[in-house]
């Protein structure tokens, strides 16, 4: 199985930028593709970005221009650099990858 652990997440005024982290441990052999998703109160949880082995991105249209999902410099990690973000980006943000997922890390944006 994959564990999945999130960091960097925390309180930044609209504008500013976060970049958040997952790393990945137990059987990474078995990740072909990894997503960040998102989920705020009182709403369901949405796909923010994703990421195949290949390099091949998708992201959800209200994040795109501001959020870029990559692979870390090691090998089992992955990144969400969140740029001119906006009160309505906050939530949990999660990562998955092999059908498992994180424990969600909160991203709050106020002034």
């Known amino acids: 199985q994959v564990q999945l652990v999130e960091s960097g997440g925390g309180l930044v005024q609209p504008g500013g930028s976060l970049r958040l982290s997952c790393a990945a441990s137990g059987s990474i052999y078995s990740i072909n593709a990894m997503g960040w998703y998102r989920q705020a109160p009182g709403n369901e949880r949405e796909m923010v970005a994703t990421?195949?082995?290949?390099?091949?991105?998708n992201y959800a249209d209200s994040v795109k221009g501001r959020f870029f999902i990559s692979r870390g410099n090691a090998k089992n990690t992955w990144l969400l650099q969140m740029n001119a973000l906006k009160p309505e980006d906050t939530a949990v943000y999660y990562c998955?990858?092999?059908?498992?997922w994180g424990q969600g890390t909160q991203v709050t944006v106020s002034s």
């Open positions: 990421i195949s082995t290949l390099g091949a991105t």
């Open positions: 998955q990858a092999a059908g498992r």
